[in-house]
């Protein structure tokens, strides 16, 4: 192992030291006033209550998800370590949520007493608190998997164990006689299967967190706003509360673990493929396949460092106005990404990767870039498409939506365009002309390059709901109308880098599900083994040996499973991943009916558990006498709890469909009905989750821009149209949306995890 | 040629004599009174400007195409007789528009005076002329494959023209040395390009009468219902007449040019995937390759014969309630599909197809029944979901918005989940796991088989209109009540048959889609030619040899291609449609975006035509005097004219990024790119076309449930609320989700056409 590779834990752990460092700062700053204070106090307690609940229901299903892959490890379906990695990967990504969101309730309201000393003091505040959470998700990603490499490559597969193999509590670890290029892959294709804890970690938190964001603010409006007429943020509307910690929860940890999710599976499955690198692909390259598995490591690494620096160089001055805040962000996110390809340069210079990788990254790089403009041209008010709807609204509701309809589908096609042309461009440069497996390679290093600067990225992604939750802070607390104008100063800022954010989101989630979805291949050549022509029989990894003629294997004391000639064909047949394989198409078909699908079902959630919300905010006004003079406290905990539990309640339907879903196609229609599904999840998901995140976006910002004056501002008939469009994209772009990323990289991860099944069951 | 084939042209014949007498017998029922008549002939009127200009721009367009695969086809890139068989498919789709609304908008009066005298003469009225529509496109659809195929396989194709070839102004029609086998292959091949002309015409039938019929519903309603308060058909609307209008372009011909391209594709497809099936699989079945391709046309043929016989089953008693009058119909599409099923029994004993054949047609139209009983579930008030939209609709439109998106979104389960195991049920049924090109064959047999019923499933299709229109009649001639209600019962039964003939025609439209696709991969192969191995160069089909050396073929006259031994490889990776393929995987994404443009394209042109539309509605209302009190006539012509303008305009940029996109994508893309393309927009092109038709009709009913007195029924908030809902799902099911069916079929179509040129330029 080269010097270079401790440059890995050594990043990650200098990203928790400066995410501490952040945090002890932060701290230092003073929540204001005690009204400000009990504010905050509402809000900590309420997002602390959600996260235990919300982890309460996640640990069963990781007890049982153990259970099952345990027993799977039992019967040589699944390799021993899996069941321990998912729960490391569970847990860290839970961490980082944990932790992400008790620094943001802690930010809200020192953001916003620093910004009632000046606009960069609040920026500074809710900056570096954003990167508390943007440094931990990286940082505990990359030491996880650090961890694994080390244990795995130094501990497990030692030369004695590769020579004798490893046996412990009757599992076979190590198989006798593996060789150094099968340690390799053994190696990765295990360490790509702990991102199944990560993936089960976000999808409960994305989609419970999407839900309870939007029962919680469909609550507040519909019957505080709509109903009793009284304006955002007033602490005599119940749902206020469970509105902020809505924010938090949705914007903060769900964010957090998707793209921490993201950022381990795309460096897990980069690894993996560079583990599968047949050596006429290296030859003359001067990289060996212990540097084309480390190299996305260290280029994470890289990335971790610079992006800690990116940070350091965001601060603007008092008299900013929204283009220089922007600028000031832009510096730091933009700054980070060149110092990351100067970096690169010396890398590749250094013979660590090939100038086609350092290209992929490149083009990772500038596709993150380009679906971040493309998303804010779509959804900004100060463009055509947004302006338009606005102007559709003076002909009502209808006109509205038909219109933002229009244009959040009309803009998937430069989001899609750059991810097809990043795709083959990265394919292409890498070298996958010459060699397919190292242009494979290169697309799984498109997805890391645009991780790369995650840790500044998600700083400024988190950075909107504490700017958000601090003008909340704010209004309540009654502070001076300048401070409201700062916060609200940051809050549009914030506004923005969550529209970009999600186009990040999906893009990265995009790349990642790719080069996952080539890496399960790696995994099914895994478990197919050696496979003896004409039916000779094979051994599988793991105890099973699989025999035509079982009678010797069992003689010998070994495990084996019967299998026929017409099952070694079908090996080829689940290689035939080719449009005319109906089993494939039928995949393709049913991917895109999942995206459909799961968008409709967590769309239905939000509207039960926003049902449950308005009947409790109706039921306070009704009965808490002098609640709408501010002479009586709301029962705000009571909203938080009904929040929280319709978002459990509900999230669990979508969650195990999109879990079993994967299972069941894999068990019924073999490794090409798999790969089917998770193409056809991919593209239509990818275009469904563009569209509704885009629609979402324009509707909220047409609403906004007629609220600023328009066509007849506030109170207008064209202001109740942009209103709809508003509550109709709320769970667009808030619950929907966000969580078709989720079930793209999910799909795919889970397939990962049952290809030792798949294949077991395909050939039996 | 058997004698067994004689029943093509002559079942086509038979079809176009009982249109020719369904027409007269119509002809013969009285129009009613002069106000009946003037109404009628209004319609009538307007109907034929809109067709005359819309046929105009389709001339331009026809003319284009037809210069540009001329000079292809002087290049060599394209088959000589396709310019041709290019302008007889859309002669022949355009003269079935023509003849189908002529004969509606001549039936409309006459059903409402049918009416007048009894519901089951009401009923055969518009029965019998629905009918005169389905007989006259599969009797001229199925004409002209019989005449091309016996002039290409009687003349053309001669042994003499085989073993001499056939030169005529400088074009080769027949290479010298042709095979029996080869005969077969350039037959159906060739002919399958004809499917191009229907294509072409149905694109712009489809998304011009989509437009324009929602341009004139919206403009009726939004200034006359909304804003003037004045009932729905009322004579002082000026765009009643154009609302008419549309009824009969958008849904009798936009529907019956759809359905003559799935129709002609499906046969044509399937015959080519017949030459295609090798020696090997054919053995031993009896079949010989001539049975194998004809017999899609015989099954057609038979399908012919007994929906005419299904057609005279349909009839009614007086007292009839909604139940009973479905199950008219139902009896005679049943009848029909049961009779066929016998029929073919025979067909497979006589050994003119395989029984596994048998099967694939009996899952096809098993295949199409679900489908359209799902969409009806989804749809009709009679069911929970629709019910639940209406129930939301108490808490304003928002809501309401939500749910039917939702509700749309979850209806695809039950169409793809029908489609897929369709596809895999009719591959494996015919035999795909001995023979692939056996199962492929069998998935087109599916689609023969759905749409062997189209007689009779069209004719219950065209019946809504005429029903709408004869209610519109009603009213505009003030008839007496009971003749309203007995229009009425025929127009809600019209919604029903609406609703499930748009899951059949996107279901047949899949299975079409599909079994082009599978056939765009043997024009590809007969392009390709023989390839001789290392490079010496292949012959292509037409005037091209291309060679790695060119002298020689120059030396012997021959127009040659260099090509490299680069190219050569090319082949195989054209070949390779795997999704690890970044050019396949990038098609995907590309197709599925389509889907998504495309209907974004549409509803924007809507919202357009919809915009000039109420602005001269409202102009009318201002400056005819009198208009509103019934005193003065409005200007219905001028409606007419704008609606017309509007969808002429608005659909020539959406129809030439349908046309344009798949040739680019074949041009830099090359095949892979372009099997893709048509994979992604055929799985999320059907997927969101399902969601947006459910999701439209239900918003469509669930407005109308609330109309009958639900939730506080007409002028009530939830009322309004569905009046919302319902406007947004009008461009839904009636322009873009129908729009959708043909952009799937289309872009295939022209990669089909196009693939001569796509193969030479990815081997240039």
Redesign the interface.
């Known amino acids: 192992m080269s010097n270079i590779f401790l440059l890995v834990p050594v990043a990650s752990i200098l990203a928790l030291v400066f995410a501490w460092i952040f945090f002890k700062s932060l701290m230092k700053n003073s929540e204001g006033t005690d009204r400000m204070k009990e504010i905050a106090q509402y809000v900590r307690e309420g997002a602390m209550a959600y996260l235990k609940r919300q982890y309460k229901v996640v640990i069963i299903v990781f007890v049982v998800l153990f259970i099952l892959l345990t027993i799977m490890a039992y019967f040589g379906v699944q390799n021993p370590f899996v069941p321990i990695a998912f729960l490391t990967g569970g847990f860290f990504s839970g961490l980082c949520g944990f932790l992400g969101m008790k620094t943001a309730t802690f930010a809200s309201a020192r953001t916003a007493h620093g910004a009632s000393q000046s606009l960069n003091k609040g920026l500074q505040v809710a900056f570096r608190s954003g990167a508390v959470m943007g440094l931990v998700v990286v940082g505990f990603a990359l030491l996880d998997i650090a961890a694994w490499y080390l244990l795995l490559s130094k501990v497990i597969f030692t030369p004695e164990h590769m020579a004798n193999g490893l046996h412990f509590l009757g599992l076979q670890f190590v198989h006798e006689g593996t060789t150094e290029t099968q340690k390799l892959v053994e190696i990765t294709t295990t360490m790509l299967t702990f991102g199944m804890g990560a993936s089960t970690q976000a999808l409960f938190a994305r989609v419970g967190g999407g839900i309870y964001t939007k029962a919680a603010d469909v609550g507040a409006d ?1 019957v505080g706003k709509v109903e009793a007429g009284i304006p955002e943020d007033d602490p005599r509307n119940p749902a206020t509360i469970a509105d902020n910690v809505g924010d938090n929860v949705g914007d903060v940890a769900g964010m957090g673990a998707d793209l921490y999710e993201s950022y381990a599976g795309s460096i897990l499955a980069t690894a993996a493929l560079g583990a599968a690198l047949p050596a006429v692909a290296l030859a003359g390259t001067g990289i060996d396949p212990i540097k084309a598995v480390t190299a996305p490591m260290i280029v994470a690494a890289i990335g971790i460092v610079l992006s800690i620096i990116g940070i350091f160089m965001v601060r603007t001055k008092e008299s900013a106005t929204q283009k220089t805040l922007l600028r000031a962000l832009f510096i730091g996110t933009f700054g980070s990404s060149v110092l990351i390809l100067l970096a690169l340069v010396g890398l590749a210079f250094m013979g660590w990767i090939t100038w086609g990788v350092f290209w992929a990254v490149v083009i990772g790089l500038a596709a993150g870039v380009i679906i971040g403009q493309a998303t804010e041209y779509y959804t900004s008010d100060e463009y055509k498409p947004t302006k338009g709807i606005a102007h ?1 609204a003076q ?5 509205t ?3 933002g ?6 803009s ?2 430069i989001p ?2 750059t ?3 990043g ?2 461009g990265a ?2 440069a890498a070298g ?1 002309a010459q060699h ?1 497996a190292m ?2 390679y290169g ?1 799984g290093f498109a997805a890391v390059g645009m991780l790369s600067t995650l840790g500044i990225t998600l700083a400024t992604d988190a950075f909107g709901p504490i700017a958000d939750n601090a003008g909340g802070n704010a209004e309540m607390s009654e502070l001076p109308p300048e401070v409201r104008e700062r916060t609200d100063a940051l809050d549009m800022l914030g506004n923005t880098t969550a529209a970009t954010g999600k186009g990040f989101a999906i893009g990265s989630a995009a790349l990642t599900a ?1 080069a996952l ?2 890496a399960y ?1 790696e995994e099914v050549r895994l478990w197919f083994g050696k496979i003896a022509k004409g039916g000779e029989g094979f051994v599988a990894k793991g105890q099973y040996v699989f025999y035509n003629d079982v009678a010797p294997a069992v003689e010998e004391g070994i495990k084996a499973v019967k299998i026929s000639a017409a099952s070694v064909k079908d090996f080829s047949a689940a290689y035939d ?4 394989n ?5 995949g ?6 999942m ?3 799961f ?3 967590t ?2 959630a ?2 039960r558990a926003a049902g449950a919300m ?1 009947d409790e905010v109706r039921r306070q006004f009704r009965e808490i006498k002098g609640i709408l003079e501010g002479k009586a406290t709301p029962e705000y905990a009571k909203c938080v709890e009904i929040s929280t539990k319709g978002a459990q309640r509900e999230m669990l339907v979508p969650s195990l469909v999109a879990i079993i879903v994967p299972v069941i196609v894999g068990a019924s229609m073999g490794v090409a009905g798999v ?1 089917g599904l998770l ?2 999840g991919l ?2 998901g ?3 989750a563009v ?1 509704m995140n885009n629609a979402g976006g324009a509707w909220d910002n047409a609403k906004k821009f007629i609220e600023k004056g328009n066509y007849g501002g506030k109170g207008s008939e064209a202001h109740k149209a942009g ?2 469009g508003d ?2 994209g709320d ?1 667009f772009k808030d619950t929907s949306g966000p969580s078709l990323n989720i079930l793209i990289k999910l799909m795919t991860m889970v397939s990962v995890v049952m290809a030792g099944l798949t294949v077991t069951l395909s050939l039996l």
Chains 1, 2 share one sequence.
């Open positions: 519909l559709q002909q009502g509701p209808a006109t939506i038909i219109d309809i229009a244009v959040g589908m009309n998937t096609w899609v365009v991810i097809v042309l795709i083959m394919f292409w996958g397919f242009g494979v697309i790719m979805i080539s291949m991943i080719t449009l005319f109906p089993l494939f198409l039928g393709l078909f049913l991917g895109s009916m995206a459909f699908l968008s409709a079902m769309m239905k939000v509207g308005v790969i193409a056809g593209t239509a990818f275009t469904l569209f209103v709809v509550t109709v769970p």
